[in-house]
Nanobody
């Protein structure tokens, strides 16, 4: 069983930054998703097992950066220039499709518990 533990969420003003961390027990492909109340979970960013391939949702491209530090068994989502519409629960996920950077919810087998990000205007 792959364990994923997120941290780093919180309350920030619009224009600010946060860095989310995801501690993991396996060097799998990693994705970040978010879910706002009343909405479906949506793709944010994904990377393959070594961080060489990265994909971003159009809504966060140029503002968010996904990365992995395999020696530390940790993945990160650096979020800059945050907007109120970025407010959501953020979830990291791991996929055994190590060579890819999957963008679909159904492609991930393991999920963290989520961390809340709230951006005030």
């Amino acid at each position: 069983q792959v364990q994923l533990v997120e941290s780093g969420g919180g309350l920030v003003q619009a224009g600010g930054s946060l860095r989310l961390s995801c501690a993991t027990s396996e060097h799998y492909a990693m994705g970040w998703f978010r879910q706002a109340p009343g909405k479906e979970r949506e793709f944010v960013a994904a990377t393959n097992w070594n961080g060489a391939i990265r994909y971003y949702a159009d809504s966060v491209k140029g503002r968010f950066t996904i990365s992995k530090d395999n020696p530390r068994n940790t993945g990160y989502l650096q979020m800059d220039s945050l907007l109120p519409e970025d407010t959501a629960g953020y979830y990291c996920a791991a996929s055994p499709l190590r060579l890819e950077a999957p963008r679909g919810v159904q492609e991930y087998d393991y999920w963290g518990q989520g961390t809340q990000v709230t951006v005030s205007s």
